[in-house]
């Protein structure tokens, strides 16, 4: 019923930017918490950015000041913006939806989730 799709990953050095998008089909996700996760090779799955209905934005330390959570509700497309990379950011990113109007910090508050975009920080 519902799909999301992520792009914009790639290949940068450190210290580039870079911005993911997450197209959302199915269904409208403007009253809906969305949220960016990352997956690093050997690591489990974290957190890294919401944004809720209101909207209201939380993000992880490790991103604070350096990635923007926004939306665009007549397109239904969440984005990252990434600035400032380090090799550390390297991983697949994932775009997420809840069901509800969350915080969005949390893995389990999401129902939908898309496929993954890689993001490659080289040194």
């Known amino acids: 019923q519902v799909q999301l799709v992520e792009s914009g990953g790639g290949l940068v050095q450190a210290g580039g930017s870079l911005r993911l998008s997450c197209a959302a089909s199915?269904?409208?996700?403007?009253?809906?918490?969305m949220g960016w996760f990352r997956q690093a090779p050997g690591k489990e799955r974290e957190f890294v950015a919401s944004?809720?209905?209101?909207?209201?934005?939380f993000y992880a330390d490790s991103v604070l000041g350096r990635f923007t959570i926004s939306r665009d509700d007549a397109k239904n497309t969440v984005y990252l913006e990434m600035n400032r990379l380090r090799p550390e950011d390297t991983a697949v990113y994932y775009c997420?939806?809840?069901?509800?109007?969350?915080?969005?910090?949390?893995?389990?508050?999401?129902?939908?989730w898309g496929q993954g975009t890689q993001v490659t920080v080289s040194s």
């Open positions: 997420a939806a809840s069901l509800a109007a969350t915080m969005g910090t949390r893995e389990y508050e999401y129902y939908y």
């Open positions: 199915g269904r409208t996700f403007s009253s809906y918490t």
């Open positions: 944004i809720s209905w209101i909207p209201s934005t």
